[in-house]
């Protein structure tokens, strides 16, 4: 059963791309009522309330002993706002398939057992943005390579022939900001500059950044840190002297730009610095809702305005003010979840007459949701779920990691290696179910490799010196480039038939070590960890 879990998980994180076999398509879809009308339920009153729930626990809390409710897996990972009270379950059913319903792939339900219905939707519907932003990816690696030459010709940036128009904006004739990043991305060899692009970064000591570089990355590792700053600069550097850096590009979707971010192995938060590149439009148009009745004629009382600015002080996020909204006006919100979405300001909504200009004021950016009503209920969607979700852990992943967790006091290596898929964004919002995991970022690219490494070749690499990179088969790409980059100030890369990988999990005292070494010929040159605190009495380790 754990397998299968983690199998899942893997494709999940990884970006896979799902094809339909030859010949699959949707059963025609009857409406909700239809099928729940067959058992006499359709009616029956329902009621439930809470944010960030996961589908899979809404749908839970929807059921009942004469009706169960599921949703494809893409689906059942994802989170819902939901404030419904004694409304009939078709409608509620109907609302909540509405909410990850896309114009080109609709949600819909379908009978699956007797006794049993399923929220499906068309796999392409999850892998979709993954496409988008795979090409968006090679476009700027084009981009980014012909602004480097220009640099390094001396040619005005502003004149580089370049894909987008939003690469241009990476660096403008007056922005020295990100030169230090973009140098250093120039003198990596071709395949290291495409881990860069694609996430996986380029990793490589300290001392053989340029002069200039090694000083920016200094002063924004000490300045303002802690302190740090009082450290006399010979000090400063002689901290950094043995440590590593890595360089990549990353989708922040809280700003909605790429930033090629230049950082210290194993403490991202310190010694970190970055450009930014706008992404436009991106993943804006598929995530829109289908255009629906808008009009909420109600006006607002002054009366109204007085609980809604007494209300307003306790928000912390938008799904605090739909709840208002529920509770005040009665009508049922639906909505999809993500974090990071702020409350809308008082001054934001100040200029309101009606509940619609409300409505209206308070989707708007930065929140960027769009609403809608149907039959009174009051249906939320965001515009930018195609970037928002990369920083989402998918919710059912998230709960079998952190039951996983709670069982054995620490993550065990098949798990870890799991983790190590999800983004820095991900990691952060894991860390506050398990402390300390975003540590896994040092160690994470070969944990990809050999999460990807069937069964015999994983216990290979648990025994030093570890699995060949060779023979590692389709795994391999996976940690060539990152090999290779980190030899590229080290005299070129190796020859991979000289290369080995081990990955070994040990308990030292009161935490339990995770350690990646490359071997080149049987002896050691590369050395990360990742530590975990132990929070009960360890089990068996792999």
């Not at 808008?294 to 002080?313: D, G, H, I």
Request: proline residues 7%; charged residues 25%.
């Amino acid at each position: 059963m754990r397998t299968c879990l983690i199998l899942t998980a893997v494709g999940v994180m990884s970006g896979l791309i799902l094809q339909l076999p030859a010949g699959t398509q949707a059963r025609a879809a009857k409406p909700v009522r239809e099928l729940l009308d067959s058992q006499g339920t359709a009616d029956r009153p329902v009621s439930v309330s809470g944010k960030a729930l996961a589908v899979s626990k809404a749908l839970s809390d929807l059921g009942a002993a004469d009706v169960r409710l599921s949703a494809v897996q893409h689906l059942a990972d994802r989170r819902m706002t939901l404030f419904v009270h004694q409304q009939p379950r078709w409608q509620v059913l109907d609302w909540v398939a509405q909410a990850w319903t896309t114009r080109r792939y609709p949600a819909r339900w379908r009978r699956v057992s007797p006794m049993e219905l399923e929220l499906w939707q068309d796999p392409r519907a999850e892998v979709e943005w993954q496409q988008m932003i795979e090409a968006d990816r090679v476009d700027l690696l084009g981009s980014l390579r012909r602004l480097a030459a220009a640099l390094d010709r001396g040619v005005p940036l502003a004149a580089a022939r370049v894909d987008r128009e939003s690469a241009r904006n990476l660096l403008r004739p007056t922005n020295d900001v990100g030169q230090p990043q973009l140098r250093v991305f120039g003198g990596l060899p071709e395949a290291a500059q495409a881990a860069v692009v694609r996430g996986q970064g380029a990793v490589f000591p300290f001392t053989a950044l340029p002069p200039e570089t090694q000083d920016s990355l200094l002063r924004s590792s000490f300045n303002g840190q802690g302190g740090g700053g009082a450290l006399p600069p010979a000090d400063q550097h002689r901290v950094l002297i043995g440590s590593e850096v890595t360089l990549r590009l990353e989708l922040d979707p809280r700003e909605s730009t790429w930033v090629l971010f230049l950082h210290r192995m194993h403490d991202p938060k310190r010694g970190r610095t970055g450009v930014g590149v706008p992404l436009g439009e991106l993943g804006l148009s598929e995530a829109e809702a289908p255009a629906g009745a808008r009009e909420v004629p109600s006006k607002l009382r002054s009366s109204w305005w007085a609980r809604l600015e007494t209300s307003a002080r306790t928000w912390k996020e938008f799904a605090d003010f739909q709840e208002f909204l529920a509770r005040e006006t009665g009508h049922p919100v639906v909505s999809d979840y993500y974090h990071d979405k702020p409350p809308p300001t008082l001054s934001r909504l100040a200029g309101a007459a009606t509940l619609r200009d409300l409505l209206d004021q308070a989707g708007s950016e930065p929140v960027s949701y769009r609403w809608r009503v149907d039959r009174k209920g009051l249906l939320f969607f965001n515009r930018r779920r195609l970037l928002d979700q990369l920083g989402e852990v998918p919710a059912a992943f998230q709960e079998r990691v952190v039951l996983r967790h709670r069982e054995r006091g620490f993550l065990d290596l098949t798990t870890v290696a799991v983790v190590a898929h999800l983004n820095g964004q991900q990691l952060l919002r894991l860390e506050r179910d398990i402390p300390g995991i975003r540590g896994v970022t040092g160690v994470a690219t070969v944990l990809r490799w050999y999460a990807a490494l069937p069964p015999i070749q994983q216990r290979t690499a648990r025994i030093p010196p570890g699995l060949p990179l060779h023979l590692s088969g389709s795994a391999q790409h996976l940690l060539r480039e990152s090999v290779a980059s980190r030899y590229v100030q080290r005299g070129g890369p190796p020859d991979p038939n000289d290369i080995s990988v081990s990955v070994h999990q040990e308990v030292e005292g009161s935490q339990v070590v995770l350690r990646t070494r490359l071997y080149r010929s049987n002896r050691p040159v590369i050395d990360s960890e990742f530590r975990q605190p132990i929070t009960g009495a360890p089990q068996k380790l792999e």
